[in-house]
């Protein structure tokens, strides 16, 4: 029994740190190891009415990464709660991938400042060059190389940044923010959202592409914002400011996006309550395709973030994340994960150096799992059925009993 309640207080004091809910879902992040997804634990140790009782539930195999968790049927003994667990990954060292394609020339991709990676080509990743540039986005593979060049028929007054979500149609879309203003003097600014285009077996000419776009101002006046991330569940675009201290305001778009939104009749975006933990000098970032974490780096650190317990995309900007070990010290200010997030990419501006690399790294496998956990408050057996979704929604079922003397 003094095992157990070790045990218990053992689990108590996690589930406290990483957060609870009412006992109808739960979550967790991991990199999925291979093989079919399947809850492993196949009994749970019985409680003693008044004492505080704590037990893991793991599951292994998946696709992509995270699990989520939830109660299928049945009910948990009173006083007792699914513990959710979703927390931020760990990651690996950065390793370079290859350089950015500077045979272009023109300055084109000599100062990329966003990158995001295609939704359904695997391999695929978008970036476009910062201020000064044309109104042209590129797609590229992993090691640099140039696969197309795209355009749209728009101004580009200072590109900070891209995002990848959903939009009309069920399609996916690219949103190209115009945002960039180191002295908070525009106005307005705007977004362009590009329905993502499918890249030929070999580069040729520049490809123009249709666009819609939204103009906007901030609440409180202009601001500089170099990131866009985007949130799946909705398709509603988020920008983040770049500030040299205190905390970064954060904005959402109202959905849906109108192109009725012009330069004279621009929206006001609406203010997302920001009181998480924050490196200074924002510089780019990335959702999640399962919608759950974001990162967001400077130029020289990155930190990352996982939706807590019954929390929305909005609850991201109240946690505290977890420090992320980039490379920095030349100008880095784009980072994305890979389509199925078990990989982070990130990369910089020449800045007068020889190359531009790109570099990765993997996040480290770790099996997930769930904690049920509280003080018993009768006695009696209960007999539930918890389930395990994947990244790809693919689910796993356990059926298991808590007998409470």
Known sequence: MKKLIALSLLCLTLAACNGGDDGSSSGSSSTLPTGTLQITTTSLADGTNGMVYGENVYATGGTGVGYSWSLASGSLPMGLSLDHR??????????????IDQSLGGGKLGEVSGIVASAGQPGVFWVHDDSGAGPDFYAIDAAGNLLQEYNISAGAQDWEDIAIGPGPGGNDYLYLADVGD???????????????????????????????????????????????????ATGTPYLVEKVGTGTPRVHKFPMPLDTAWTSSN???????????????TLTGGDSSRDGRRIILRGYSSAREYAVPAGGSFDDLFNQAGSSVSVPGGQQYEAICY???????YTTTELAAQAGAPIQSTDAVPDNGYTTIS????????????????DSAGNTATRQLSITVS
């Open 374 to 389: 509280g003080t018993a408050a009768a006695t009696g057996t209960e007999t539930f059925t918890i389930q395990v979704t």
């Open 338 to 344: 890979s389509a199925d997030g078990t990989k982070l």
């Open 182 to 232: 180191n002295s908070s003097t525009r106005t307005n600014c705007r977004i362009y959202r590009v329905m993502e285009p499918t890249v030929p077996a070999t580069p040729g000419a520049s490809i123009n592409v249709a666009h819609d776009e939204f103009w906007f101002t901030y609440p409180g006046g202009s601001q500089n914002c170099e990131t866009i991330l985007c949130d799946w």
């Open 266 to 280: 621009p929206v006001t975006l609406t203010s997302v309550t920001a009181s998480g933990t924050f490196i200074v």
């Open 86 to 99: 979703d927390v931020p990954l760990s990651w690996g060292s950065f390793t370079t991938t290859g350089n």
